[in-house]
């Protein structure tokens, strides 16, 4: 409880934040795939492309957002823009007619998502004492994922309140975006008692990135593997479809990884805190590993929830640890540089990712999908095995 106190208020609201964002969206996310599929008739390379497009859309803004939170010294005005734009996306949902406007739609939020998102964890690690900061990340992603938890709940029940109307539960989704935009303005503020904690002292430049050293660019390769052997998760709704759990069913696989999600982040962010990042980061590959393996063999329901539920083991162990190590590993200045760079790798292996796991899924059924993630996983653990003494220590210890 000690550390958990320490955290600073500033972290505390951006995890609401979040908590509140992620409602919204994974609200519309967990329906959206089968929306697609259905109603619209998407096949799976489309639903895989538009997925991997729009994740990697979201991971590009950020190298830009990332660079001006540094170059102009201020990070909220930016994450703000961020959340407005996703927030006002949220009303071309359940307006839309087309599959077409649907995507428009989709590439809005994300975009707003890559707007918000370096320049928020670079406010994170300036408001946060570098030896918490595997705490205050993953407290920022526990957070973050009850709103992964609550969002499909909220799918859940809309859908079957409003009996199967698409349209009518996507508009449930305003409701926690709004409350999000009112928490981000009167509950962050850019300073710690009385200062401004963006440390610049001069204008940057791009060519500044070239000050990112070896150990950022160690995190960033390990991110970028990582992310290559794992695709979008609305393959996980459409996989609990593909067994039988129907319209109203599916969106459970969602809160089964959300679950798990949420409740070992913090905990695994105190850990890689007390110097545990490598065995963290390979539990997490092995997890993945785990997952994948009974997504692609399992045919019942309970199958498909522990398989979405070691997902969320694996994502807890990795997502919030590998946010500390670009903070821990990038100068104090260019932060925001660092955490949009760091995604852009992160974007562009999602978008082949998504795209692989669509084609392979239409051509030879969601088995194949799940497999072919698990063995490109192996060969990241591998990898990871080979090389992990690079991997730099959050307590400062090597």
């Known amino acids: 409880m000690q550390v958990k106190r320490r955290i600073p208020g500033g972290v505390w609201a951006l995890g609401f934040v979040s908590l509140l964002m992620d409602t919204s969206s994974e609200l519309i996310h967990a329906l959206l795939p089968l929306y697609m599929a259905g109603p619209l008739g998407a096949s799976m390379l489309v639903i895989g492309v538009v997925e991997g497009v729009a994740e990697a859309i979201a991971m590009i803004v950020k190298v830009f957002s990332g660079f001006w939170s540094d170059r102009l010294r201020h990070r909220k005005p930016i994450v703000l823009l961020g959340y407005g734009l996703a927030a006002v996306s949220k009303l071309a949902f359940p307006l839309a007619p087309t599959l077409e406007w649907v995507i428009g739609a989709r590439f809005a939020d994300r975009i707003g998502k890559g707007v918000r998102g370096a320049p928020r964890d670079a406010l994170i690690a300036d408001l946060t004492p570098p030896e918490i900061r595997g705490a205050a990340f993953g ?39 709004a409350l999000c935009i009112s928490v981000l303005v009167l509950g962050v503020h850019e300073h710690d008692d009385g200062r401004r904690v963006t440390p610049a002292s001069k204008r940057i430049s791009w060519r500044d990135a070239s000050r990112l050293d070896r150990r950022f660019w160690v995190v960033s390769a390990i991110a970028f593997v990582l992310t290559l052997a794992r695709f979008s998760e609305a393959f996980l709704v459409l996989r609990g479809q593909s067994v ?24 695994a962010g105190r850990a890689a805190d007390r110097g545990h990042g490598g065995r963290l980061l390979s539990a997490g590959l092995l997890a993945l590993i785990a997952s994948d393996v009974v997504l692609g063999l399992s045919g019942s329901v309970p199958g498909i929830l522990a398989g979405a539920a070691l997902w969320g083991l694996h994502m807890a162990l990795t997502q919030g640890l590998l946010s500390a190590l670009v903070a821990a590993t990038a100068p104090p200045d260019l932060r925001g540089t660092a955490f949009g760079v760091y995604n852009l790798t992160g974007g562009a292996a999602m978008l082949a990712a998504s795209a692989i796991a669509g084609s392979l899924w239409q051509a030879f059924g969601p088995a194949a999908t799940f497999l072919t993630g698990a063995s490109l996983t192996l060969v990241a653990w591998l990898g990871f095995v080979a090389s992990g003494r690079y991997v730099p220590r959050l307590d400062g210890h090597g």
């Open 139 to 177: 407290l920022r992603q526990a957070l973050d994922t009850v709103g992964a938890i609550s969002g499909p709940l909220l799918a859940i029940g809309a859908i079957g309140y409003f009996a199967g109307n698409f349209h009518a539960a996507f508009w449930i989704a305003l409701i926690p975006a």
């Open 244 to 267: 039988g759990m129907g319209e109203t069913g599916a969106p459970w696989v969602m809160v089964a990884m959300s679950i798990v999600y949420a409740a070992v982040s913090y905990p």
